[in-house]
């Protein structure tokens, strides 16, 4: 523990492409298993939103299973503790902590680094292989900002110097000592709240989401970090004797942690036009940390569900640059509400997908609109149906045939039945000659399967 910088135990100054070849893909991952969450189905609009389903853990307690996942793993890893909480009080407001936080993005988005926001003000960065003057340069943001405050104005080379402390976590006795540290903290996060709890079970719930709210929520959201909060489903071909065939792996954001995270006691889903502009921006963070990821040395395809105004922007420029020639292992959806709403605009996102490469899926189809509506006149390459309980005897038998003869034409290859919640639901697809699923069941399939494999 140390109050002064100090590298960890191996160089982090080492270049940013051997970062990429190292453990991102490991700490998404592991930080989306810290909140003991299962996959979910995704919302109808956009980005693979997750409807809340269970509690979220504090970010002091995310901090401290972290630490326990890293343990024996340490290699190239420090953290920094910055003590906000010692900051005068008049500097202590919340909008002047969520601009420190903000001080960060950079640094979260280009190399493998996570920033716990934790209840008391305090923040912890941690870093795998961060070279040691791109955590400085961000650090003198937040030193700039509370620069009037006795605790930041100290020469951060000084010995005394109070404002950070930092953690070679390579070394055993650094990583025990932030390990008690973060113990403690969500011991006392976790009494703090007990005793919250009934005072804000008084303040107003499920506020709607509108645009005063927004701005503020919008911004939050292109400055939180939600690696940890990326989840991800896959989509199953099934075959015969009770083999199966993992197609892709589609990667979503779970909106139960954003919410709460950036915005509790909102609900996102109030106003679906407004909801539909922040998942604008959350398309555009996903892309960022996705982006980190070595496609090289993917295992397997991905998908990600994506507005049209995303594909056709910058910012999927840029994925795309950082993807290069592995597109074809990305599958990008696109639900047909929105391509309704502007169908020339997706005729163009969807052959400057197909012509570098990536899968292009149409979702959000009903069962009974392939009745009125012939989904290869889009020229997907995947259409994705979503199933549900209520379509059960809703169509005839002799327009099961026509349903057969549309998933004919379609490809009976390029048709997934999404929200498959059951072995009827299944059957239902096999009997218009589609093999290919996800859902919550399929979920149950492919983990027996990955047993199964593994036994």
């Known amino acids: 523990m140390h109050n002064s910088r100090k590298a960890p135990g191996r160089d982090p100054s080492r270049d940013h492409e051997n970062q990429g070849r190292q453990a991102n893909a490991r700490f998404m991952d592991g930080s989306r298993m810290a909140r003991g969450e299962q996959r979910h189905p995704m919302a109808n609009y956009s ?5 809340p389903e269970r509690e979220v853990l504090s970010e002091e307690r995310l901090l401290l299973d972290y630490l326990g996942r890293l343990e024996g793993n340490c290699d190239g890893m420090c953290a920094v503790h910055i003590h906000l909480s010692s900051l005068r009080q008049v500097n202590r407001k919340p909008n002047y902590i969520r601009i420190a936080a903000r001080s960060f993005e950079s640094l979260i988005n280009n190399f493998d680094a996570a920033l716990f926001s934790l209840a008391n003000a305090d923040m912890v960065l941690v870093c795998r292989n961060v ?23 100290a020469a951060e080379s000084a010995l005394d110097d109070e404002f950070t402390t930092w953690y070679d976590l390579f070394q055993p006795n650094d990583y025990q000592a932030l390990a ?9 996060a976790e009494r703090a709240g007990n005793r919250e709890k009934k005072g804000s079970m008084d303040a107003p719930e499920n506020s709607p989401l509108n645009p005063g709210n927004l701005s503020v929520i919008n911004g939050r959201l292109r400055n939180t970090r939600i690696a940890d909060l990326i989840h991800y489903q896959p989509a199953m071909r ?69 507005n049209i105004s995303t594909i056709i922007s910058q910012g999927f420029q840029n994925f795309h640059r950082k993807v290069g020639g592995h597109s074809g292992k990305i599958v990008i959806e696109m639900q047909l509400v ?30 009974l609109s392939l009745q009125f ?21 809703e169509v005839p038998a002799g327009r099961m045939v026509e349903l057969r003869d549309i998933v004919d034409r379609v490809g009976r290859g390029n048709i997934i039945l999404g929200r498959v919640d059951s072995n009827y639901a299944v059957k239902w697809g096999l009997s218009l000659g589609v093999n290919r699923f996800q859902g919550h069941y399929i979920d149950r399939i492919a983990e027996a399967l990955a047993f199964k494999q593994g036994a």
């Open 47 to 51: 980005s693979g939103i997750l409807l």
């Open 131 to 153: 070279p040691v003057r791109q955590v400085d340069a961000s650090l003198y943001k937040v030193r700039t900002l509370f620069g009037n405050d006795p605790l930041a104005a």
């Open 180 to 188: 008690a540290v973060a113990g403690s903290l969500a011991t006392a």
């Open 373 to 393: 509506f012939d989904p290869g006149l889009l020229r997907a390459d995947l259409v994705k149906v979503i199933w549900g309980p209520e379509f059960v005897g």
């Open 338 to 367: 929105n391509i309704f709403s502007d169908t020339g605009a997706f005729a163009y996102a969807r052959d400057l997908l197909q012509e570098r490469g990536y899968r292009v899926l149409i979702d959000g189809l009903s069962p």
């Open 238 to 306: 099934i075959m015969s004797e009770a083999k199966g065939e993992i197609l892709f792996h589609e990667h979503f954001v779970s909106m139960a942690a954003l919410q709460k995270r950036i915005a509790p006691g909102i609900n996102f889903f109030g106003n679906i036009w407004l909801f539909q502009y922040l998942t604008e921006t959350l398309d555009q963070r996903m892309l960022a940390v996705l982006g980190r990821r070595n496609f090289g040395k993917l295992n397997g395809a991905i998908s990600l569900n994506l």
